[in-house]
């Protein structure tokens, strides 16, 4: 019945004795919990309860469902459309495709971010010393020391 993906009833006398189910060849999707980072672009925060709904728009245009306690949403309204990172609990589904996908996030700290060019951005870092390049003969692999 298996190989013809089929189901099937033993009956006697108009009595179910014992049922064939269908076996399902659908696998469920792996499903993890584990604290991490999204950002995107926050577009939405409301909700009457508890527990208020938050979305971010990520890089690819998709949503991110995540959701918080009210006093954290408050302070995240000031941020609405604009880019920032969340911290907090996921929930993460493996996709068939490879990768992951957050079916959702519970908010528990975020930061702004702001847009700026990756120009600005080395700009920034060599202002502050971050950035020595000019002065190491071999930057990748200084770099790839400092990582342990």
Request: aromatic content about 6%; glycine content about 10%; some cysteine.
């Amino acid at each position: 019945m298996e190989e013809d993906h089929a189901s099937g009833v033993l009956t006697s006398e108009g009595a179910r004795i014992f049922e064939f189910p269908r076996i399902s060849r659908e696998q469920k999707p792996m499903v993890i919990f584990k604290t991490g980072s999204v950002q995107g672009r926050l577009y939405t925060i409301g909700g009457k309860d508890d527990t208020v709904p938050v979305r971010l728009e990520g890089a690819n245009g998709e949503t991110l469902n995540c959701e918080t306690d009210i006093d954290t949403a408050a302070r995240l309204a000031p941020l609405l459309f604009k880019q920032v990172r969340i911290h907090g609990k996921g929930e993460w589904e493996r996709r068939q495709t490879g990768g992951w996908r957050l079916k959702k996030m519970h908010i528990s700290s975020y930061e702004p971010l702001e847009k700026a060019s990756l120009k600005t951005a080395i700009e920034r870092m060599r202002g502050v010393g971050g950035i020595l390049w000019h002065s190491n003969e071999a930057p990748h692999e200084s770099i790839l020391d400092q990582r342990g």
